[in-house]
């Protein structure tokens, strides 16, 4: 009996590690494997939506698209194009803007001294103004905008000096010089419609002749910092009497170049509208350069 039972348990103990390999076997893959593998997939399945993409772009339909896009495009930016250069002559503006160090110097010059200046015809070849570069009498844009940066500078260093500047203070004084520069402007093309005077002055050289002024002023401003308001009334006062002779000189001929082409000089009621209207905008000049920096002053 103890025999029997002994040889059933060595079987029974035999048994038991191959009935637990065989689990494990059966159980080991199932239990360990988080995800589903997907190596074995085919491999067009994985290509699947890159040729439907390319389907896509295949499509003759969707090239048209594409195309009558394109010429949309280029058709918008064309008539932006020519609707802004109709209200702002961008292509012009080369034109004001061609100088160089040469002109630059002999234009301050004239700006301060044109007393003995004795020729302010603009040159003209086929019809057209020749570049300012070549022609000291030719309007500029660019000694009016480095003014004008220059003027708000000055502007600010005057304030610092005085321990009164601000960053908001310094915006106030730029925003007004230009609203009251944009002003002017409306108002001489207002007189000039008014008065139906044929001229060839754009509103550009109306902007360029106003925006001298900003040279007088810096004058004006360095002068009273460095020497106090004497140095600022005696510089600025020269300078507003420079400007106004400049004024006077060049608008004489833009202004009266209808009459003197039909042969009548200032007679006429047309003819002194003219005249008042250039020495209004002449006169103008030094009320604006003592507006914009008395206050700097002190």
Request: hydrophobic share 45%.
């Amino acid at each position: 009996m103890d025999y029997t039972a002994a040889q059933s348990g060595f079987r029974q103990r035999k048994l038991q590690p191959k009935m637990r390999l065989r689990n494990s076997s059966a159980d080991g893959p199932d239990a360990s494997q988080l995800f589903e593998d997907t190596s074995g997939a085919e491999p067009g399945s994985q290509t699947a939506g890159n040729f439907a993409g390319q389907a896509l772009l295949s499509d003759p339909m969707s090239n048209l698209a594409m195309a009558y896009g394109s010429s949309l495009a280029s058709q918008g930016r064309e008539m932006v194009d020519k609707n802004l250069d109709r209200f702002i002559p961008i292509s012009k503006l080369k034109y004001y803007f061609a100088v160089d160090t040469v002109y630059v110097g002999k234009k301050l010059g004239l700006l301060v001294f044109p007393y003995m200046h004795e020729n302010w015809e603009v040159s003209y070849q086929q019809d057209t103004p020749v570049a300012p570069r070549f022609d000291v009498n030719a309007p500029d844009l660019y000694i009016p905008a480095m003014g004008f940066i220059t003027y708000i500078l000055v502007a600010g260093l005057a304030l610092g000096t005085q321990n009164r500047f601000t960053p908001e203070l310094l915006g106030v004084q730029a925003s007004s010089a230009f609203v009251w520069l944009v002003m002017e402007v409306l108002a001489v093309l207002l007189s000039l419609y008014l008065v139906t005077v044929n001229t060839d002055l754009t509103t550009i050289d109306l902007l360029a002749f106003s925006g001298y002024k900003y040279v007088g002023m810096i004058v004006g401003l360095v002068a009273g910092l460095l020497f106090g308001r004497p140095g600022y009334y005696l510089s600025l006062l020269w300078c507003c009497a420079a400007i106004f002779v400049f004024m006077i000189r060049t608008l004489r001929l833009k202004l009266l170049s209808e009459a003197a082409a039909e042969g009548r000089l200032v007679r006429g009621a047309r003819n002194q509208l003219r005249m008042y209207l250039t020495m209004s905008i002449a006169a103008a000049q030094p009320i604006f350069m003592y507006w914009l920096t008395y206050h700097l002053i002190r």
